[in-house]
Nanobody, 129 residues
């Protein structure tokens, strides 16, 4: 049974940093595309970053240059390093596994919501100005 457990969220001031982790189990982690999504109150869930089985990445324009997604196949853990945090980054952050193992769009891992399943419970990130 697929299980994803996020951790590492918290409250920081603008300009601060956080590192989110997502512990995965119950599937062949190394062969899947994985992604981070976020959802703020009253807004739709949006893709933040994705990584494929070879380490290629995709980022939302709003986080490029500030966030870094990575994965440790030995630990079956997904990470999201977040630097230069802004108040608009405040949201619940979720990790997810690709519904079809690994969906590529123009050669890069998808960040489309419908391509992902097996969501974790989320970890809250709050950035104050």
């Amino acid at each position: 049974q697929v299980q994803l457990v996020e951790s590492g969220g918290g409250s920081v001031q603008a300009g601060g940093s956080l590192r989110l982790s997502c512990a995965a189990s119950g599937f062949t982690y190394s062969t899947y595309c994985m992604a981070w999504f976020r959802q703020a109150p009253g807004k739709e869930r949006e893709g933040v970053a994705a990584i494929d089985r070879d380490g290629s990445t995709t980022y939302a324009d709003s986080v490029k240059g500030r966030f870094t997604i990575s994965k440790d196949n030995a630990k079956t853990t997904l990470y999201l390093e977040m630097n230069g945090l802004k108040p608009e980054d405040s949201a619940m952050y979720y990790c997810a596994a690709d519904r079809y193992r690994c969906t590529l769009i123009n050669g890069s891992p998808s960040m489309v919501y419908k391509d992902y399943t097996s969501w974790g419970q989320g970890t809250q990130v709050t950035v104050s100005s």
